[in-house]
């Protein structure tokens, strides 16, 4: 069964404006971290956000904040004020536990366009 | 901190051939990950280790994978013989758990490709 479902392979988005991107993840866990990475052209991985099941406020991090909505066992990333610099792939990704399996798994990923 | 390091960086190898490939992980983390990235299927965890010791290697698709942690500073994935078919990026990751969960740090990735 996927776990970690992200809908959208591309976005576009213009520069300056904000995009969100979505996930949704499925887990029995009570306790579970939920985190989004950045993959540029480059390759390497890039960590952006984390948020655990039990933080009772949305993390932010600079221009990326991350919707968490709980019941509906979503976790959407938002990116304000967009850049060029930003277009890349981006994952959601979820490790389970303490107690669990602690592994880390990955979404299939959303190539986000940034344009002028 | 160097951050996670894995070597080579590229592998060109002939279908057959062992390919060895290397990971260190950041010091002082407890945690191990082997992942495979390809287009088609994306990035598929192959194996994690929890204090050197292989938790789960659900994700090794065959035989031929085999990795293992001989200490807490090194890692190697190893795939006897290679296929045209593990062309891939694998990447290593690195985490540790310090009363919660935390992000897991990746290294460059090695570039595989089997011909």
């Known amino acids: 069964a996927q776990k970690i479902t992200q809908t959208q392979p591309g976005m576009f988005v213009q520069e300056k404006e904000a995009v969100t991107l979505d996930c949704t993840y499925d887990t029995s866990d009570p306790s579970y971290g939920l985190f989004w990475y950045k993959q540029p052209s480059s390759g390497e991985m890039i960590f952006l956000i984390y948020?655990?099941?039990?933080?009772?406020q949305n993390a932010t991090e600079g221009r990326y904040s991350l919707n968490f909505q709980k019941a509906r066992k979503s976790a959407n990333l938002v990116i304000s004020a967009s850049q060029l610099g930003d277009s890349a792939m981006y994952f959601c990704a979820m490790r389970e536990g303490p107690g669990l399996t602690d592994k880390l798994i990955f979404g299939t990923g959303t190539r986000l366009q940034v344009f002028p | 901190d160097a951050g996670v390091i894995q070597s080579p960086r590229h592998e060109v190898t002939e279908m057959g051939q062992e390919v060895t490939l290397r990971c260190k992980p950041i010091s002082g983390h407890d945690y191990l990950f082997w992942y495979r990235q390809t287009m088609m299927r994306g990035l598929e965890l192959l194996i994690y280790?929890?204090?050197?010791?292989?938790?789960?290697d659900s994700g090794m698709p065959e035989d031929r994978f085999s990795a293992k942690m001989p200490n807490a500073s090194f890692s190697t994935l190893k795939i006897q013989p290679s296929e045209p078919r593990d062309s891939a990026v694998y990447f290593c990751?690195?985490?540790?758990?310090?009363?919660?969960?935390?992000?897991?740090?990746f290294g460059q990735g090695t570039r595989l490709t089997v011909v």
């Open positions: 948020q655990g099941s039990y933080d009772q």
């Open positions: 280790f929890n204090n050197n010791v292989p938790i789960d």
């Open positions: 990751a690195s985490s540790t758990r310090t009363g919660e969960l935390r992000e897991a740090f």
